[in-house]
């Protein structure tokens, strides 16, 4: 429990320190969000409204006041209006593209986690054997390839030239987003190619995380013993072994959340799936502050909850730490 809280504690500060950052960082540029849109106005717009949209972007007062007001914002899940999509609110943009990157990069993480462990269990187990030799190699080279360039080959062979897969878009425009079993299987069909272009690129770094540790484990006493009291393999295997080389990989997966929401940055652009890579590559083009600063701020959030489950589920399944 001393040790959860502690964590908590280091991932407040962690989470304060970024929204300072994120305060300060955009102020040091040169201009300020407001300046756009007043300057779209093309000088019809008075002194007060000019203070107006100013106070909107929480750009009046000293730095201390804007400080104070941008962090109760925060709290509030207020980040403030969307430059690019005046006067929408940024928390509504972000929710909408986090909702279907969640989607994205959720599905390709739970199949290339599970797969990849799997793999490298039974990679591990029949060390030398045909299908460590022949699928291990094969994935060392997958890991080595970018998601963009796996993004590309597969939106050029499948949804360009055989077409069995569309060119864009979360669901098709004629059916209304609803929770039937229609609507979720046209999400299905039209996240493929993104969520396989991330599974392709990142299993394969399970399967060697796994397959490595599992092999340092094998000859430990613990696991000695448990063969020596004649137990199954099956029960060595999970109950024993991967139960002990989970553990890095849990620690792991926390600390690649934001490695891959990055990466689907790229596979969201290049396959126009409306995520929050889309939206916040066309923020950074338009220099839609309030956009960029709230969606470093929920990647950042994102990253520490991931990682603050991870410690949970490390304590439970090491004893040693609940000491």
């Keep these: 429990m001393i040790f959860l809280l502690r964590r908590l504690a280091f991932y407040i500060g962690a989470f304060f320190l970024a929204v300072t950052f994120n305060f300060f960082i955009p102020r040091l540029m040169p201009g300020d969000p407001s300046a756009r849109i007043i300057a779209s106005f093309q000088g019809r717009l008075n002194e007060a409204q000019v203070d107006a949209i100013r106070k909107s972007y929480g750009l009046t007062g000293s730095l201390w006041e804007q400080y104070i007001t941008y962090f109760g914002s925060v709290l509030r899940l207020d980040f403030g209006i969307s430059t690019v999509q005046f006067p929408e609110p940024t928390a509504s943009l972000l929710f909408y593209g986090a909702t279907w990157t969640l989607v994205l990069v959720g599905l390709a993480i739970f199949f290339a986690f599970t797969i990849g462990s799997l793999m490298g269990i039974h990679a591990a187990w029949h060390r030398g054997g045909f299908f460590d030799s022949f699928f291990t190699p094969i994935n060392v080279m997958l890991n080595a390839f970018t998601p963009a360039i796996v993004a590309l080959l597969l939106f050029y062979a499948f949804s360009l030239q055989l077409q069995w897969f569309p060119l864009g878009r979360a669901h098709s425009t004629s059916i209304v987003p609803s929770f039937s079993f229609e609507f979720i299987g046209n999400v299905l069909y039209h996240a493929t190619l993104p969520v396989l272009s991330i599974f392709l690129v990142s299993f394969g770094g399970w399967h060697l995380g796994m397959r490595n540790v599992m092999i340092n484990l094998l000859n430990e006493d613990f696991v000695i013993l448990a063969k020596a009291k004649g137990l199954s393999d099956r029960r060595v295997r999970y109950r024993y072994v991967a139960r002990n ?79």
């Design 245 to 323: 080389a989970i553990l890095p990989q849990i620690t792991a997966l926390a600390l690649s959340i934001g490695f891959l929401l990055g990466g689907a940055l790229v596979t969201e652009q290049v396959f126009n799936y409306p995520g929050l890579g889309k939206f916040t590559f066309t923020a950074i083009g338009s220099r839609d502050y309030s956009f960029i600063q709230g969606q470093l701020l929920l990647l950042t959030a994102s990253v520490l909850v991931a990682n603050l489950l991870s410690d949970i589920a490390n304590v439970i399944l090491d004893p040693r730490l609940r000491s």
